[in-house]
């Protein structure tokens, strides 16, 4: 059975630095990954997701996140953090059009 | 504008009685889900149907029924039998992928807060 951890539940950081959060999954073959952000009483949106090919991918708002399969692992990173980007962020894996979700990394942003 | 709709935003219910949860969506997606999100656990999937007329239970179907008449249209109902209905209802959908163990991402709906009191 495929699993996602997000070993970080909260993270703050101050606006302008820079930013990586930690996902890591289980799953036999090839995954799928996504990231997900979640505002407040919404629902979620895609970030960006890996299928294959170049392992670091570029998503919006400036986020990109670098797959590596020795590690298993699919970090989101940003390289500078504004105030608009405090929020739940959820790594995702899927197989056969079903998602498994990680536990969430609530990001906090101080001024 | 495409997306999905899910209404109404915030529902309250008192215990023992049934309550359905609307999610209509008109991106033409063939497949369409349900998560509940509590806090600290992420999202865990409820119920999921990749064609009208079928439709599977996920993780957690215990206490909840769903429909699929209609492609845009995929309710939920929180039965009775539900011990802990308070929650955040997601709503998503997804094109079906072309090949066999292929994947596309899932759109979601802004969610439906339910509280049983």
């Known amino acids: 059975a495929q699993s996602v951890t997000q070993p970080d539940i909260h993270i703050t950081v101050s606006e302008g630095a820079s930013l990586e959060l930690r996902c890591n999954y289980s799953y036999g073959a090839t995954p799928y990954l996504f990231w997900y952000v979640q505002s407040p009483g919404q629902g979620l949106q895609l970030l960006l997701k890996y299928f294959s090919g170049d392992t670091l991918v570029q998503g919006i708002k400036g986020f990109e996140a670098e797959f590596k399969r020795s590690q298993s692992s699919f970090n989101l990173r940003k390289p500078s953090v504004h105030w608009s980007d405090a929020a739940e962020y959820f790594c995702?894996?899927?197989?056969?059009?079903?998602?498994?979700f990680g536990g969430g990394t609530r990001l906090m942003v101080k001024p | 504008d495409g997306g999905i709709t899910q209404s109404p935003k915030y529902l309250f219910r008192k215990e023992g009685q049934n309550v359905t949860l609307s999610c209509e969506q008109n991106?033409?997606?063939?497949?369409m889900y349900w998560y509940r999100q509590d806090p600290g656990q992420g999202l865990r999937l409820i119920y999921y149907s990749q064609i009208v007329n079928d439709f599977q239970k996920g993780d957690i179907a215990e206490g909840y029924s769903v429909s699929r008449e209609k492609k845009e249209s995929f309710p939920l109902t929180v039965t009775s039998a539900q011990k802990n209905p308070t929650a955040f209802y997601l709503c998503a959908s997804s094109m079906r992928p072309l090949t066999s163990g292929g994947l596309n991402e899932q759109y979601f709906g802004p969610g439906t807060r339910l509280t049983v009191t």
């Open positions: 991106l033409n997606h063939d497949a």
């Open positions: 995702a894996v899927g197989s056969g059009n079903m998602l498994t």
